[in-house]
């Protein structure tokens, strides 16, 4: 028999024990897929006494994670840990270092260190793999690295996160608010106890970077992804995006043109006619547009033990049969650089939402600075009290320059017929 693939496990929470339990339950067919076995070795987690629901008596356990990369009875290195930085970076530097290949499913180090980490692993030869970072279950690493490796991809967005998706989808059929929703799905265990990194957008907002790189054959850029979360959407919104023939959901879209990169994570009013619309609770799916193939629609759980082990898994299988290649999907120094895009110079629809003071003259006053910037109204609602006093109006514009737009809400700056910010979203238009 082919010599088993050796692995270590670097982190047991839930991705981590859903890894073991996969290799367990599938234990055979994995091994007639690899053509060789998969076998954890070594075992690293903080709290050596918790109770995890698995076995672990088999693997040897190793205090200090970065320790497992230097192990001679270690062929590859799954690191299950999270964050940017702690001990998951330099367990990926060191097991690269070595040469052994590297499983991750944390974005926040990919999209903060993946170029360097993917320098070294051509470096050294190892394979660095990272298929559960992006859309928890859903295959769209290896659909864009390599089903779609064809195409020239000039569009990549998609529902990144399902936190978000649950909060918004649950808002919508609910008529609720979104700290209602926020904190039942705390409760739930769908949101953590704190849930910035998913309700401000910065969770999908890496794996939008991720996605980008992937696609365009960029360098990765997270520091340009312009980031808006979900925290201001009210149940209003949600409702008159629905009076107007849309849903609100929280996308990441980019593009890359001669205009550069564009990358934005924020609420947007999808119509109902598109596939996004449909993709409801903590699904996540993501859309690639080629220029051979057309829209590639990829959909499913984007987190989870059992989605988010099945995507590390596959990682080891193929790296269990040798096949792996660049991580983003070409050498390093293939990546293009492009210069982030003059994002003013965008045009789209917009979903403007005003709290203004129930007086005559406001909406004269509001459709007066929309004209001046420029800027046309498709159509317009008024009706319905805001919860802290006021009336609210609601419009969408014809299509306008992003800048036009802001220079219409810079005319209406101190106003005191507006009450509060005004609420703007995006009209996904693709
Ligand atoms: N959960 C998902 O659905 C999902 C989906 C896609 C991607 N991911 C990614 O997968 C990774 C793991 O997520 P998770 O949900 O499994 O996290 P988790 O449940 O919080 O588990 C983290 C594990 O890492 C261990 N750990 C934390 N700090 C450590 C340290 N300093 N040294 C050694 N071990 C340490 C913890 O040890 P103890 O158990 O002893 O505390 C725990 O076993 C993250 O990068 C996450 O972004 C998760």
Same mark, same amino acid.
């Given at each position: 028999m082919t010599a088993p693939l050796r692995v270590a496990l670097a982190g047991l929470g839930t991705?981590?024990?859903?890894?073991?339990?996969? !290799?367990?339950?599938?234990?055979?067919?994995?091994?007639?897929?690899a053509a060789r076995p998969i076998q954890v070795v070594a075992v690293s987690a903080r709290d050596r006494s918790r109770e995890r629901g698995i076995d672990l008596s088999a693997f040897e356990w190793v205090d200090d994670p970065v320790a497992l990369a230097a192990r001679a009875d270690v062929d590859a290195v799954v690191e299950l840990i999270g964050g940017a930085d702690g001990p998951a970076l330099p367990l990926a530097r060191a097991t690269l270092a070595g040469g052994k290949a590297f499983v991750?499913?944390?974005?926040? =180090? +990919?999209?903060?260190?993946? @170029?360097? !980490?993917?320098?070294? $692993?051509?470096r050294t030869g190892a394979a660095l793999k990272y298929e559960a970072a992006v859309a928890g279950g859903i295959p769209v690493i290896k659909g864009l690295r390599e089903g779609a490796a064809a195409n020239e991809i000039s569009t990549v *967005?998609?529902?990144?996160?399902?936190?978000?998706? *649950?909060?918004?989808?649950?808002?919508?059929?609910?008529?609720?608010?979104?700290?209602?929703?926020?904190?039942?799905?705390?409760?739930?265990?769908?949101?953590?106890? %704190?849930p910035s990194f998913d309700i401000d957008g910065i969770d999908a907002a890496h794996k939008l970077s991720i996605l980008a790189s992937l696609a365009f054959g960029t360098r990765l850029d997270f520091g340009s992804v312009a980031i808006q979360g979900i925290r201001a959407v009210e149940a209003a919104d949600i409702a008159y995006a629905e009076t107007l023939g849309f849903r609100v959901r929280l996308v990441g879209v980019a593009q890359a043109g001669a205009f550069g990169l564009f990358q934005r994570v924020h609420p947007c009013l999808v119509p109902l006619s598109h596939p996004l619309a449909h993709v409801d609770g903590s699904l996540n799916a993501v859309v690639a547009e080629g220029n051979f193939v057309g829209r590639l629609f990829f959909e499913g759980r984007g987190a989870g033990e059992g989605p988010t082990a099945s995507a590390v898994v596959a990682d080891l299988? %193929? +790296?269990?049969?040798?096949?792996?290649?660049?991580a983003f999907a070409m050498p390093v120094e293939s990546? $293009?650089? !492009?210069?982030?895009?003059?994002?003013?110079?965008?045009?789209? &629809?917009?979903?403007? &939402?005003?709290?203004?003071?129930?007086?005559?003259?406001?909406?004269?006053?509001?459709?007066?600075? =929309?004209? %001046?910037?420029?800027?046309? +109204?498709?159509? @317009?609602?008024? &009706?319905?009290?805001?919860?802290? /006093? /006021?009336?609210? !109006?609601? =419009?969408?514009?014809?299509?306008?320059?992003?800048?036009?737009?802001?220079?219409?809400?810079?005319? @209406?700056?101190?106003?005191?017929?507006?009450?509060? $910010?005004?609420?703007l979203m995006h009209i996904l238009d693709f």
């Open positions: 991705v981590g024990t859903g890894v073991v339990k996969l !290799l367990a339950a599938n234990r055979a067919l994995v091994e007639r897929r991750t499913a944390n974005k926040a =180090m +990919i999209a903060h260190h993946g @170029l360097e !980490l993917a320098a070294e $692993a051509e *967005y998609g529902i990144l996160n399902g936190t978000c998706n *649950y909060i918004l989808t649950t808002m919508e059929k609910e008529g609720r608010g979104f700290d209602e929703v926020l904190r039942e799905a705390q409760q739930l265990g769908y949101a953590e106890a %704190d299988i %193929d +790296i269990a049969r040798g096949e792996f290649g660049p990546l $293009a650089t !492009l210069a982030p895009a003059n994002v003013g110079a965008r045009e789209g &629809r917009v979903y403007l &939402r005003f709290t203004v003071a129930d007086k005559p003259g406001v909406l004269a006053e509001i459709t007066a600075a =929309m004209r %001046d910037a420029g800027v046309s +109204i498709e159509s @317009l609602i008024q &009706r319905g009290s805001a919860p802290g /006093g /006021g009336v609210y !109006l609601v =419009m969408v514009t014809h299509r306008s320059p992003e800048h036009a737009v802001a220079d219409a809400l810079k005319r @209406l700056e101190g106003s005191d017929s507006i009450l509060g $910010a005004p609420m």
